[in-house]
C-alpha cells in the first residue's frame, strides 16, 4: 500500500510526493534512464526506445523496475497497490504497444510530453496481464501522475479498459477505485482545523480539554480510505508554501502522518508492511529528494546529470547530496 500526494508552491513549483509501503524488502535505488536506451517490453518482448530521459526510485530486474520517478519535461508519475480492482488484457491487441503492468512508469516516463500528451498517447496502450518474476504475481497497480501545469491525473486499469480520471483532491492511496474515494470524502466535511466553541448541555458547561476538536472523526488508521481522507485534508488546510524547498518539506511532513513504522500493520502471511522509504519529485526543477531508513534527505538532480549517457545509472546514498535544510 501507499500514499501519493501533489502540492504547488507559491513561485508555482509542483511536487508529487509518495510513500512506498510493502512487506516485501524491494531493495530499490535512485536510478536514471538516459534518452534513447533501449528496452523490451515482457508482454511481447518488442523494443522500446527512450525519447526523454526520467531520474527515479528502480530496481534491476532484467528490464528496470521502477516505482515513481520524473523526466526532463517536467512529468512524474508513480504507481500504487490496487488490489481486488486492478484488471488486464488477457491477450495482445492489434496496433497497439504492449506492456507488463509493472512497466508502466517506465513507459510513460519515456515516451509522453505532459499529461495531455499522457492522455493520447494512452489510448494505444495495452497493458497486458504478466507476472513480476520477483514476485511470481501480476502486480495489482494504479498510477498518479502530475506534470508542470500542477495538474493531476489517475489511471487505473478495469475491465472495460484504461479508466483516466482528473484527479482535483491531487491525492491517491489504494483500493477501493478513485472515484470511491472522492465520494467517500463527502462524510468529513464537518471536519476543520479551527477548535469548536464551548456549549452548554444537561446544565453543565463543556469545553474541550484541548486544541483539535475540530478534528475529531479525522481518521487515523493505516487504511487506504482512512489515508486518503486524512492526506486530502492535511493538504487543504496546509499552511502555503514559498518555494520549492518549503513545499517538499511540508510534502515530507503530510506523508509522516501516513507513514507505517514497522510492526503497526501484519499481513495475513504474518509479514511486517511498513513504508520501505518516502520521495518528492519536482516538476519544475528536476529534483529528486527522498529518504530511507533514517530521517536524513538525499537529493539527485536529473539535469545535472548526462541524458545522452549509454547506460542507465544508479546512485548510492553516499554519493548524493544530503539536505540538511529541509525540516
Known amino acids: 500500500m501507499c500514499t501519493s500526494l501533489t502540492l504547488e508552491t507559491a513561485d508555482r513549483k509542483h511536487v508529487l510526493a509518495r510513500t512506498m509501503d510493502f512487506a516485501f524488502q524491494l531493495g530499490t535505488e535512485v536510478i536514471l534512464y538516459p534518452r534513447r536506451y533501449s528496452w523490451n517490453s515482457e508482454a511481447d518482448g518488442k523494443a522500446h526506445q527512450t525519447q526523454y530521459a526520467f531520474i527515479g526510485m528502480g530496481r534491476k530486474l532484467g528490464n528496470i523496475l521502477f516505482a515513481d520517478g520524473i523526466n526532463e519535461n517536467g512529468l512524474s508519475c508513480a504507481a500504487l497497490y490496487f488490489p ?30 505532459s499529461l495531455e500528451d499522457v492522455k493520447e498517447k494512452i489510448r494505444s496502450l495495452t497493458i497486458v496481464e504478466k507476472k513480476l518474476d520477483l ?19 489517475t489511471i487505473e486499469p478495469r475491465a472495460d479498459g484504461l479508466k483516466v480520471y482528473d484527479n482535483q483532491p491531487g491525492v491517491m ?32 458547561a463543556l469545553s474541550a480539554f484541548g486544541q483539535g476538536l475540530g ?16 492526506a486530502v485534508y492535511l493538504k487543504e488546510h496546509l499552511e502555503p508554501a514559498a518555494d520549492e524547498t518549503k513545499g517538499v518539506t511540508a510534502a515530507f511532513h503530510i506523508l509522516a502522518n501516513m507513514t507505517i513504522p514497522k510492526g503497526a500493520v501484519i499481513t495475513e502471511e504474518d509479514e511486517i508492511h511498513y513504508t520501505q522509504y518516502t520521495s518528492v519529485m519536482c516538476n519544475e526543477t528536476g529534483n529528486y529528494f527522498h529518504h530511507y531508513d533514517n530521517r536524513q534527505i538525499q ?9 545522452d549517457c549509454l547506460e542507465p545509472k544508479v546512485f548510492s546514498a553516499k554519493a548524493e547530496e544530503s539536505i540538511h535544510e529541509l525540516n
Not at 135 to 153: C, E, F, K
Not at 176 to 198: A, C, M
Not at 215 to 230: E, Q
Open 299 to 307: 537529493k539527485v538532480n536529473l539535469f545535472h546529470e548526462d541524458l
Open 135 to 153: 514476485l511470481d504475481t501480476v502486480l495489482p497497480l494504479h498510477w498518479i501522475l502530475s506534470d508542470r501545469t500542477g495538474r493531476s491525473l
Open 215 to 230: 478534528t475529531v472523526g479525522l481518521p487515523g488508521d493505516y487504511t487506504p480510505p482512512s489515508r486518503f481522507v486524512r
Open 173 to 204: 492511496t489504494n483500493s477501493p477505485d478513485f472515484i470511491w474515494h472522492v465520494t467517500n470524502l463527502q462524510q468529513y466535511t464537518g471536519i476543520r482545523p479551527k477548535q469548536l466553541e464551548s456549549k452548554e448541555m444537561g446544565g453543565l
Open 84 to 113: 481486488g480492482y486492478a484488471e488486464y488484457e488477457k491477450t495482445i491487441r492489434e496496433d497497439t504497444v504492449h506492456i507488463a503492468p509493472h512497466e508502466f512508469v517506465t513507459w510513460v516516463l519515456s515516451v509522453c510530453q
